[in-house]
């Protein structure tokens, strides 16, 4: 049990908006970490390198990053032959959306504030913990699954509490407020493109209250705080 005042301590952790020139102090690079010169999310690998100090025990032996046009805001995609390999030789790529030339173009990468930013890659790397936990078949199952929304229910729920309990909760209710703020339905023009796309790029956000509650269960220890 931790006491109170510690408790306390750290829970206001969770409440820190984040900054550039807090972020841009994480530019150790490493070889597990792979971002193309010429892709536009080279800019952002500080990000990532922030968000991976949060996941300590994380087994992988690489993340790709990339970005390509896709309705999918974010995706993750372990390496075809790696589904057959230990979780700690898996090579995994995620992948971010660059335009889908709907509203969605509104909450890409790019388009979001940096706790969002941060946000979003932390369910990118949550969703790799979960991998990183299945068999073959599993994974192998999970290409369906997570795209699924009446099948991936608990997968998301588990994912969003992975990124809560590294310490990231107040990041991730700012994404679930910015995503649902811009996608609003009186936001679309096309009413077709809000059918296709909405509830595809929505159904893995848990809702802003729930985070809060869950917050006060996942207190944020001092040792992994990250200014």
């Known amino acids: 049990m931790i ?3 510690h408790k306390a301590q750290t829970q206001n952790l969770y409440y820190k908006t984040l900054t550039d020139s807090i972020i841009n102090t994480f530019s150790v690079d490493t070889n597990h970490l792979s971002i193309k010169r010429t892709d536009p999310m080279i800019k952002y690998k500080n990000y990532f390198n922030y968000v991976l100090c949060f996941y300590k025990n994380l087994e992988y032996k690489k993340i790709r990053i990339r970005s390509e046009k896709t309705h999918h805001v974010a995706d993750v995609k372990p390496k075809p032959i790696d589904v057959i390999a230990a979780p700690e030789e898996r090579v995994y790529t ?7 030339g709907s509203l969605i173009d509104t909450v890409t990468f790019e388009k979001l504030s940096v706790d969002s930013k941060i946000a979003l890659i932390s369910k990118q790397i949550s969703l790799v913990q979960e991998y990183s936990t299945l068999g073959f078949f ?5 290409r369906f699954k997570k795209h699924s ?3 991936s229910k608990e997968l998301n729920k588990d994912v969003n509490l992975y990124s809560i309990e590294a310490g990231l909760g107040y990041q991730l209710m700012t ?7 811009k996608l609003f339905e009186d936001n679309w023009t096309n009413k077709h493109d809000q059918k296709k796309y909405y509830e595809k ?10 985070i809060k509650i869950y917050l006060y269960d996942y207190p944020v220890y ?4 990250y200014k």
């Not at 995620?94 to 889908?100: A, N, P, Q, V, Y």
């Not at 994404?175 to 703020?181: I, L, R, S």
């Not at 001092?222 to 705080?225: S, T, Y």
Request: no cysteine.
């Open 149 to 151: 929304i009446r099948r």
């Open 3 to 5: 006491p109170m005042m």
């Open 222 to 225: 001092l040792q992994n705080v």
């Open 94 to 100: 995620i992948i971010f959306s660059s335009g889908t």
């Open 138 to 142: 599993e994974v192998i199952g999970m």
């Open 175 to 181: 994404y679930t407020n910015e995503v649902y703020d």
């Open 201 to 210: 790029n929505t159904h893995s956000l848990m809702r802003y209250d729930a």
